[in-house]
């Protein structure tokens, strides 16, 4: 059993997909959650609600637009006021697939600004604190489009490549700040390959599109193309490879970025 007991965990995105699997697992391992995406008071209020019956001993939202730096900065300020995040999942992203010539630089701008940007600011706010605590986990959520490309994401794979890269100048400079008996201040990624949210149901639905509008077939279909196991991954995987991640006993596990992609970047 991993107990998160007196820690308090900021997800960014929380309020759906991925980022509430991971923040579903902190909680159940009594972690407090700062919850955090674009949401509305009640879709925010019922999230908080349901982290606390999983077992977080208190959750709270703290709203904050990622495309603008300042709003960053008064979240991370915010959640300091709240006791700070001893471990910072930086989840919230955004996707747009379209060819490089054709992608409109506003998309490549949000896209920059919403997957890496946000993830160095928050780190920078976070990391110092935790290394004076003697604990902290960064967790970032990349991808498989952290470690290989695929057309028709410029931007996307940029920043997730820029993620990878910043993880570990983090978890370098990191490596030996903290305390070992507290488990140290560890930086690492998760790469996910298809996890079914709503972050791909736009590429589901082209893919559906080929085939009458078959659903199952347009997943069959994007599974087939990249992803050996043919299996999407479940958000409550990726939250318990989180999880882990967040032990105490991971103290020496830093910098490295780990693929739950069913064998897509072992081709
Ligand atoms: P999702 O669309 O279900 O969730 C995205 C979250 O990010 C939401 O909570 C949303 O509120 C938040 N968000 C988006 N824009 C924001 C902004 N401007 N400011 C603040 N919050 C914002 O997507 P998901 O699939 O759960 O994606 C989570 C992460 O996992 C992303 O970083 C994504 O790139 C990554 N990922 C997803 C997959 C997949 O197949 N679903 C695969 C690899 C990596």
Redesign the pocket.
Known sequence: MIDLAGKTALV????????LGIAEALAAAGARIAV????GDAEAQEVCAHLRARGAPDAAFFP????DSDRIEELMGAVAAWGGADILVN?????HAAPLAEMPRAKWEAILQ??LTAAFLTMKAALPVMAARGYGRVVN?A??HGLVASKDKAPYVAAKFGLVGLSKVAALEYAARGVPARGGVTVNCIC????E????EPQIAARAALHDGDRARGVADLLAEKQPSLRMSRTSEIGALALWLCAPMAHNLTGAAIPVDGGWTAQ
């Open positions: 960014t995105g929380s309020v759906q997909g991925i980022g955090h995406g674009l949401a904050g637009d990622l495309r989840n919230a992203g955004i996707q919403v997957n959520i991808s498989v996910p390959g298809w996890v949210t709503a972050l791909i």
